[in-house]
């Protein structure tokens, strides 16, 4: 009913920048937030970024200052502006909304990841 497509991952070195992006689509009512969570090779998916309806941020203390969330409303679209990027970054990027597809329903929705490797 809902779909979260994400896009931007690829290869970039250290230092370097890039750009996710996350769009829903599907019967949305509501979107409360959206966000975005990494899971490294052998390490526990943990969160990045989150901005909820009303604009409000927060920020895993590992990219504060480097990483920017922005939203689209009008494109249900959300964005990952990845600055500075480390060789630490390296994950497989994965989308997260918090979604009512009606008045009675919510529900948590996940994209399908896209990886981002930072390396020379």
């Known amino acids: 009913q809902v779909q979260l497509v994400e896009s931007g991952g690829g290869l970039v070195q250290p230092g370097g920048s890039l750009r996710l992006s996350c769009a829903a689509s599907?019967?949305?009512?509501?979107?409360?937030?959206m966000g975005w969570y990494r899971q490294a090779p052998g390490k526990q998916r943990q969160l990045v970024t989150t901005?909820?309806?009303?604009?409000?941020?927060n920020y895993a203390d590992s990219v504060k200052g480097r990483f920017t969330i922005s939203r689209d409303n009008a494109k249900n679209t959300v964005y990952l502006q990845m600055n500075s990027l480390k060789p630490e970054d390296t994950a497989v990027y994965y989308c997260?909304?918090?979604?009512?597809?009606?008045?009675?329903?919510?529900?948590?929705?996940w994209g399908q990841g896209t990886q981002v490797t930072v390396s020379s």
């Open positions: 997260k909304a918090d979604i009512g597809s009606s008045l009675f329903t919510r529900y948590d929705y």
């Open positions: 599907g019967s949305i009512f509501s979107i409360h937030s």
């Open positions: 901005i909820t309806s009303g604009g409000s941020t």
